[in-house]
């Protein structure tokens, strides 16, 4: 024997009340009445939902700019930036005509971001120099099938009709930012 910690084990027999179980399943049955009677902790989503902050982070957006052209120049510095690698795409040239759908001389021929691999940190909205992406107090769908779940521009770009405002996330210092025309980025 090293120490004198060790402790002999007995089979002890159970007790009478222990053998007819009644006053566990007493007990058990108290506990569960016990919390018929509390307040949940849980919401029946999606019927009901949460109240969220204002600046909650969910399903993107890519903006288009005043007159509906898209704002994303494909650059890849949201795709860099992503820390879990959500965000693919490919870029294209802008041709003769088309400068009323597209801001930049270069764009997202397909832009897709992937909503299983996001966790929704925000980086790719901060590393945008164009102010194209940004996230919104809207809930990523559930789905059934894994590939729903990759978002391309059908559902990331706004609708010309339906601007989605995401004046209320962005900071006095950004909004401040903005005002300054003489950079080119704000024209
Ligand atoms: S929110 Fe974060 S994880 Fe999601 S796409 Fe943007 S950078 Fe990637
Ligand atoms: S969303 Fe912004 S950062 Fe990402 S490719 Fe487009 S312009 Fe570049």
Not at 87 to 106: D, F, H, Q, S, V
């Amino acid at each position: 024997m090293l120490t004198n910690r060790s402790k002999l084990v007995v089979k002890k027999g159970m007790t009478f009340w222990e053998r007819i179980y009644l006053p566990a399943i007493l007990s058990g049955i108290y506990i569960t009445i016990k919390h018929l009677f509390r307040k949940s902790a849980t919401v029946r989503y999606p019927e009901k939902t949460r109240e969220i902050s204002a600046v909650w982070r969910g399903q993107h957006v890519l903006k288009r700019d005043e007159n509906g052209a898209e704002r994303c120049t494909a650059c890849g510095l949201c795709a860099v930036a992503c820390p879990a690698e959500a965000i693919t795409m490919e870029a294209a040239e802008r041709k003769k005509g088309e400068e009323k759908l597209y801001r930049e001389e270069k764009y997202a021929a397909s832009y897709e971001i992937n909503m299983l691999r996001c966790i929704f940190c925000g980086l790719c909205e901060e590393a945008c120099p164009k102010e194209a992406i940004f996230l919104t107090d809207r809930m990523v769908s559930t789905d059934y099938g894994r590939g729903e779940f990759i978002y391309d521009k059908s559902k990331l770009v706004e609708p010309v009709d339906q601007p989605i405002d995401v004046s209320k996330r962005q900071t006095m210092a950004v909004l401040q930012f903005k005002k300054l025309k003489y950079f080119s980025h704000n024209k």
